[in-house]
DNA sequence: CTAACTATGTGAAGCCATTCACAAAACAGT
DNA sequence: ACTGTTTTGTGAATGGCTTCACATAGTTAG
C-alpha cells in the first residue's frame, strides 16, 4: 500500500515495527548493546528474516557479524513512526470508553496529548476530565482547526460515528481511531484504525465454536 | 489457518464475516428481503467475488439470479460465528479500561456476558460493578472452572499480563481477549486477540509522518 | 595478518489471499 | 415453454507478503 522511496510498505510491516520497538525498549532496560535478527525474532514468533526483510525497507540499521544496535535502532524506529514528536490528539465521546481513554496513560508516555474532548450532551460540556475541559461538538470543526488537532480519537456510538467522522475529514484531519463498533468510510487520503471490540470478541466465539474442526480434512 | 471441511480459513474471512453480519443487520431493518454479494460488497469497500468466496468455505446460501437470503443469511453467520448462543465472561482487571468494558452495552447484545470480576487491589474485591462482585485475582483458577468461563478479558497492566494469561491457559480457557499493551504468548490451541490502542495510534502517527513520502517512486 | 565465524541485506522462490472469468442455475417476461 | 437476463459458485490466474538461501562484510581469536 504505501510506499517510501519506491518500494511499498505493508501494514503488517508497520504493526511489526512497533512490535520491535517495544522490543527493543526491554533489550535496552536490560542493558544489551546489540541485537541480532535471530533473537529479535524469537522474541516474538517471527523468523528472523522477517525482521531484516521489515527494517530493509527503512535503510541498513545493522552491523555483518555484529547485529543491530538496541538503543540506536529503537530511536530510529522511533523516527519512522513518528512517535518521537508529540502529536495534538482530540477525543470526541467522553462516554464509558472515552474516560478510559483520558485515563489511559500509554497515550500521553508516546506523546500522544489529549488536547480538547467533545460530547453532545449540556451536562458534560464545561465538565474537565482529567484537567481537559469538554467542549460542545457543535464547534468540533472550528476547535479543531484552532487547535491543530492532528489526530482524532472517537468514542461515540455507531449511530453517529459516520456523521462525526465526515465533520472531521472536512476539517483537515488525515488519521482517526475509531472505537465505535460500525463500519466507517474515509477519503483515500485519510488513514483510520478502527477499534471493533465486538468484532474482536466475534473472532474468539469463531474459534471456540469451530475449533474440533480445524483440521477436518 | 483454520480449516473447516478441509478448507482453509484465513482470519480476514472471518473479519469480513463480522462485517457482513452487520450489514445484514441494517439491511434486514430496512426491509430488504434479498441481497446481492454485488451490493453486500458495495455497501464496504469490497468486491462481489470476494463476498462469495467468503461465504462459499462455509456452504451455499444464495439462489443463482436473486442473490442472498437477508434474514437467513444473517441467521448462519450468527452461527458459523457463535453468536447464536451465550458465553461466560470473566474480565482481569477493573481499573479506567476494565470499567468502560463492563458497561459496554454492546457485549450483552452479542451474547457475550460477564459473569466474574478480578482485580488484585485489596480496596476493589468485594466491591460492585453493574451488579457484579470483584473477586480476589487469587481465587481466579478455581472460579474460571466453577463458573465454566469460555471467555476472559484482560485490562491489566503490560507488567502482569503474561502472568495472568499462562495461569487463565491452565485453568483451560482457550480464548482470551487482552487490552495490555504487551506482546503476549499463549500455547497453539488457545486463541488470543490483542488491542493495543498505543500500536494503532503508531499506526496513524507513521501515516500522518511519511504521507508525503507514499509515492516518491 | 589470517582464518574461521557470524550475521546482515536482498534477489528469487514459495505460498497464501484476492480477483478474474465463466459455466451453471434460477428468475422474469412473453 | 422459451428466451434473455441476472447472479451464484468456483477453478484458474494474479498479486503481494513471507521465507529461503547465499553473497557480502564485518567480528573474533590466535
Redesign the pocket.
Known sequence: ?VRITGK?I?E??INRLSIYYRILESLEREGYQTV???DLAQREK?????V??D??FFG?????????PVSELRRQIAEILGINKRWNVALVGIGNVGSALVSYKEFAKQGFQIKLIFDNDQRKIGSFHKGIEVHDVKNLKSLLNKNNIEIVILAVPASVAQLIIDEVVSAGVSAILSFAPANLRVPSNVTLRSVNMAMELEHLSFHLTNENLYYTA
Chains 1, 2 share one sequence.
Open positions: 500500500m511499498r505493508s503488517s510491516t541480532s535478527s535471530k517471527l523468523t528472523p528474516a522477517q531484516r526483510k527494517l530493509s541498513q540499521f545493522g552491523t555483518r557479524g555484529l547485529g543491530y
